[in-house]
């Protein structure tokens, strides 16, 4: 055993593990953030994937010896109680069925919009390439993905436009369907 220092979420933690333990048992494990998934453990499924210095990467293959840079995880891409554009996306296009490769789809997806703000169906499906959804959400996963890009072009438009007015967040509020006429 040895013990890593490692930075989870904006957080400095301390670890007392294996070198060889992957990193995503240590999330799931020693600190308890369950978020990231067990899919293949062969970093092929992306159920696993989280941000490593920025960086989409399978937590599964990475032993946390070789861990270098913060990591954040889908429990540290929210603000506080403000989700993030991909997560209000997400809702919005009734993205998860059942839920299990979410996490890393949603990681992988954040990663490409960090790098390029304004994707292509093409640079949609190569950067979630390896991201397997067994219930087939594929089309609503990058409707999601153009959603979320359109906040973040609509804040790039606003900081150059000095409007702070159009930088806004997007609604992330869930209402809950009655029935009755509104």
Request: negative net charge.
């Amino acid at each position: 055993m040895s013990k890593y220092k490692l930075v989870i979420n904006g957080e400095a933690r301390e670890v007392d593990v294996s070198p060889n333990m992957p990193l995503l048992w240590v999330l799931r494990d020693k600190l308890k953030l369950t978020g990231a998934k067990y899919g293949c453990g062969i970093a092929q499924c992306g159920a696993c994937t989280v941000h490593m210095d920025g960086v989409a990467v399978r937590s599964c293959v990475i032993p946390v010896a070789a861990v270098s840079g913060p990591v954040t995880t889908i429990e540290g891409l929210a603000q506080g109680n403000t989700l993030h554009p991909l997560q209000s996306a997400w809702i919005e296009h009734d993205v998860p069925q059942c839920g299990y490769c979410q996490a890393g789809q949603i990681m992988s997806a954040a990663a490409l919009l960090a790098a390029n703000s304004q994707p292509t169906d093409a640079d949609i499906d190569g950067a979630m390439a390896g991201n397997y959804c067994r219930c087939g959400t594929y089309i609503r996963i990058r409707a999601a993905i153009h959603t979320a890009a359109s906040f973040y072009n609509a804040a790039d438009n606003s900081a150059a436009d000095n409007s702070a007015a159009d930088n806004r967040a997007p609604d992330t509020s869930l209402s809950i369907a009655t029935g009755a006429a509104e």
